[in-house]
């Protein structure tokens, strides 16, 4: 590539002297490279600028047995030592529904299976990181001799009735009250 360009740039080498030739040579490489650079960190910010424009897709899972609804206490921010739905972001190339259920089993140790779809949450300011979309799916529990355990990003897992969510609702993330609201298990 750069010996063509070369070739077209030195017009005729052979009737060029030597140091003449080589100076052009040169400057010729130098302008090359320079443009080359300039372009890759153009094409750098037009990736970085493409990524930002786009919003983040998670997936939640409402799971309710005996009348009470699986909650985790998240371990890391943003809303650290709150509770919220089990769920996280959907990973490239991942189904949302395979997506909830490994999220679920990340977070709570529990296997599950996906029932159906309830609905999806997209306002952008739902989530400080930034504009995060979530799906919010119904699951239930495969095996009923497990019990929920904090791991990864949870704190703590439990299944919560509805007079202690009542206790706890100022402690709910993200619009998860808003959620559990709308899917008939609580009462604002």
Known sequence: MLSE???REAKSPLLLRKRDTQNKLLNIAYGLKKRLFKKRIRNA?????KFKKYPSVTVDAVIIENERILLVKRKYDPFKNYWAL?????????????????????????DVEFKSFFGTYSNPKRDPRGHVITVVCFCKKINENQFPMGSDDAKEA?????????KIKDRIAFDHLQIMTDSGFFQL
């Open 5 to 7: 360009y070369v070739r």
């Open 86 to 110: 089990p769920g996280g972001f959907i990973e490239l190339g991942e189904t949302v529904e395979a997506a909830c259920i490994r999220e679920v089993k990340e977070e709570t140790n529990l």
């Open 45 to 49: 910010k037009s990736v970085r600028l």
């Open 158 to 166: 439990k299944f919560i009735g509805k007079s202690e969510l009542n």
